[in-house]
Structures are given as C-alpha cells and as structure tokens.
C-alpha cells in the first residue's frame, strides 16, 4: 500500500508510536483490517470496540499471524509488536482512509440516493469493467466503517474504484466525501428513507448533497432529472462542477433512455442517446422498469469515462444482481425475487412493480419497513394500499408495522392477503402444507428491512 509506512500511518491518524520495532517503521503495510480473522503478513490491524466483540482482545493474534502494526485506543502490557495508540479507534481509520486517498491517483465514482444505491453500483462497476480495471464496494459496505474498508483494497492495479455512500443523518456524508473524495457522483433519487433523523425530503436532500463541498473542483454530478428534489440542484450549488441529467423517454436529460421494451423477469431494452447525438441499444439483465434508471445512469458513466458504445453495451450485459437486491432464484417448486435487504416505500413500490412482470401467479410477503419516523404508520399503510391495487395475487404480511399494511390492503377486493405478527409465524404457517398458501409455479418476492431478518425466509423458500 503507497506510502503506508508505520511512521506515516501514526502521523495520519495522530497517534503515537509504543513497543516498535525499528525495522518495521520504513516498511509499508500490505492491508489495514479491522476482522483479526483477515490480517495478512505485513497488514495492519485496526482494534475497534463492537456491540459484541472488543478487537483489542485479538492484538497480541494477529502480531502471532504477522500483523505489522496495530492500532489500537489500549495497549496490552504484553503487546508481541508494534502499536499506535489512539484515542478513537474508528477515528483513526477514518484518517487512515483519507490519507491512503491521498496516496492513489484513480478516479472515483461516487454512488448517492435513497434506493437504488446498490445496484447502481453493481451496473456502473460492470459497464466501467469493460474497459477499465475497477474496484467497487463490496456488499453493503457503504457506510462509516465500510467506505475506509472499501478506500483500503485500492491498489495500483486499479484505474477507477465505484464507492457506495449510504448515510442516516446528517454530517455522515461529510465525513465520507472527506474519506472518498469522488471525481463523478451519481444521485438515483431522493426519497422517503431515514426520516427518523432527517425530517423531510428536504432534509434528505440536504444531508446528501454534502458530499457536493468534497467533490473535485472539475467532478462531475450526474443526477435523475426525473426527480424533483433533485432538479433543484443547479450551477450554484454545483459551483465549478459540471451537471450531466439522465432519465427515461426526455429528450431534455442529457443522456436519455427510450424505446423501452419490457423483457419481463429477463431484464429491459432500450435505446440510449447521449449528449453528442449517438444512440446505441442496449440491454439490462436485471427485471424492473425503475432499473432502466439505474442502466441509464451507469451509460452515462460509461460515456463520461470515454467507453465507446460497444464497450457500454458489453459491460451492461454482465451485470448481475446481489444476493437480497432483486436476484432472482429459480428452484423446483417456485420463482423467488430475493430482495429481503432492505426496504423503504420507493422500493417497495418498485419491487412489487417488478413481480408484476412475472406471467405465473404472483405472490409478495412484505415486512417492516424502518426508520421512517412518525410517518411510519402511513407510508406502511400507503404500500399496503399499493401493493393490493397492482395485480399481485397473493399478499402476505409479516411484522408489527405490516399490520398497517395489512389494513389498507384488506380493502380490495380480488386478493388474497394474510398477516402474521412476525417472521417466526409465517414461517410455521408456511411449513404447514395443509394450508396451501404457496402452489408449485408461484414467483414469490421477498422484500423487507434488513433486520426483519426475511434472508431466513429465502432460505426457507430456496429448500
């Protein structure tokens, strides 16, 4: 890793240097972690306090498995190696981070928005993969832990790195742009999510657009010029920045998808026009009508990193889904949308959209939605509303949230709907043949918040 020296690791993250080892003081680390079960020999380990697990008890392991250096806010007495000793351990790899950022020359794609975030990422990393060598976040890595984790894995092989920034309140997205310092942001949109912490819409866009002040002056916002809150992001906040608008079937985006053909489960086509007047067909492999935004916003990026159209084309074409973000799952018995990683009514909304193309019987099991605040019980109630009004033939409701659902859905007529209080229920009353709630053939979507823990019930499905 350029230039991460221990002597330059304890001067980024001002800590102070005990028990060292001279000669490892000029030697640069091969990796920084913070999972003990990761190090490599010549890596650097960052001991952080957990819920559950304290790193500090690991130092003296990893020294064992021929760890470099530690970070760490308390030295063991009988510490096997040389330690930094800070006083905020997660400060410290914040620092880390955006000194080794400082280190490496690649451009920077930064991902943005309240839905969409992932597989965004996921489409932008596989379209830029088709010319360049790219590192992308892994997972759901996109947070105050994550992103420095996600910063660390760059290396000089890499032209261009794809981050994913995820916030919940305000100030987050500061601390990240100051980590990332991305080249080019995309926005996908600007929607009800964190409303705990963030208020109102308004709010959420203010917490998002912080990442404008830590852009590079020359960067580039590419931003959903469908979605309201986002139109009103103009030259003035942009400052020198240039602004690039995409959309679906509007010739006054600047990258613009048209000709839509739905190929149901199978993904979409349409034809992309860029800003210099060339227009190419493309195809996106991933179901939904709202994923033709998210194709459209990586052509962009395509186009704005200099891939000619063919390239684009290529790399759109390899792009899959993540395990819980619409990956589709084909067994035996059933079809099954696995999008159980999270959720919030935008998503919602679009994934039930997206069931909505399957040609068997439909079938959706929705739970809680979080963090939406005191208009939780509402925005529940609105989904519910939606997802029985969208010819889904089935619905099943699982949680205390659900309930609320569950009530405006029970107003439509044509539907079969159930609720259970929790996911231990539906999972006894699926088990229970005799009821017939699933038929052989079903396509089943699976969608809630992440804590609602719905992985178990793909699982479940999947045998």
């Known amino acids: ?248 079937e509007s010739k006054r985006d600047d990258v613009y998808a048209s000709n839509i053909e739905n190929l149901g489960l199978d993904g979409s086509r349409f034809t992309a026009n860029f800003p210099d007047g060339s227009h190419y067909e493309l195809t996106i492999p991933l179901p939904g009508y709202h994923m033709v935004d998210n194709a459209i916003a990586a052509a962009a990026v395509g186009f704005l990193t200099g891939l000619n159209l063919e390239e684009i084309r290529r790399g759109m074409a390899a792009a899959e889904p993540m395990s819980g973000r619409g990956h589709i799952i084909h067994t035996e018995k059933y079809t099954i949308v696995d999008d159980c990683y999270n959720a919030n009514p935008r998503s919602m909304c679009a994934a039930l959209d997206t069931l909505g193309y399957a040609i068997t019987r439909k079938v959706a099991i929705l739970g809680d939605m979080f963090e939406l605040g005191e208009e939780s019980d509402r925005l529940h109630g609105e989904v519910g509303d939606y997802a029985a009004g969208h010819g889904t033939d089935s619905l099943i409701f699982v949680g205390p949230s659900a309930k609320f659902m569950y009530e405006r859905a029970i107003v439509h007529d044509g539907v079969q709907i159930r609720y259970y209080p929790n996911k231990e229920l539906l999972l006894s009353a699926l088990s229970d043949t005799s009821k017939e709630i699933l038929i052989p053939g079903d396509t089943i979507l699976v969608k809630a918040s992440h804590g609602m823990g719905f992985s178990e019930v793909v699982e479940f499905l999947s045998r």
């Open 1 to 248: 890793m350029r230039n991460m020296t221990v002597q330059s690791i304890a001067e980024a993250v001002g800590g102070k240097i005990e028990n060292a080892v001279k000669a490892d003081l000029t030697k640069e680390a091969t990796c920084v972690v913070i999972d003990s079960r990761l190090i490599e020999k010549g890596g650097v380990f960052v001991a952080t306090k957990g819920e559950r697990v304290d790193g500090h008890s690991f130092i003296n392991s990893v020294f064992d498995e021929g760890a470099l250096a530690v970070i760490c806010e308390n030295m063991p007495a009988d510490a096997k190696g040389t330690c930094i000793v800070v006083d905020d351990s997660f400060e410290a790899l914040r620092k880390l981070a955006e000194y080794y950022r400082r280190q490496v020359s690649l451009k920077v794609v930064g991902i943005v928005g309240s839905v969409g975030k992932t597989s965004t990422k996921e489409i932008v990393a596989s379209v830029l993969s088709a010319h360049y060598e790219v590192l992308r976040t892994e997972g759901n890595f996109n947070n105050e832990i994550g992103v420095p984790l996600t910063i660390f894995r760059i290396r000089d092989a890499h032209e261009l790195a794809v981050i994913e920034m995820g916030i919940s309140d305000f100030g987050e997205m500061s601390r990240l742009g100051q980590m990332v310092k991305p080249d080019i942001v995309v926005f996908t949109n600007i929607g009800p999510c964190h409303l705990e912490y963030l208020n109102d819409l308004d709010g959420v866009l203010a917490a998002k657009t912080e990442i404008i002040d830590y852009m590079s002056p020359t960067g580039t916002l590419v931003l959903n010029g469908q979605d309201e809150k986002l139109a009103t992001i103009d030259e003035n906040m942009a400052g020198s920045r240039k602004i690039i608008r995409y959309g679906k």
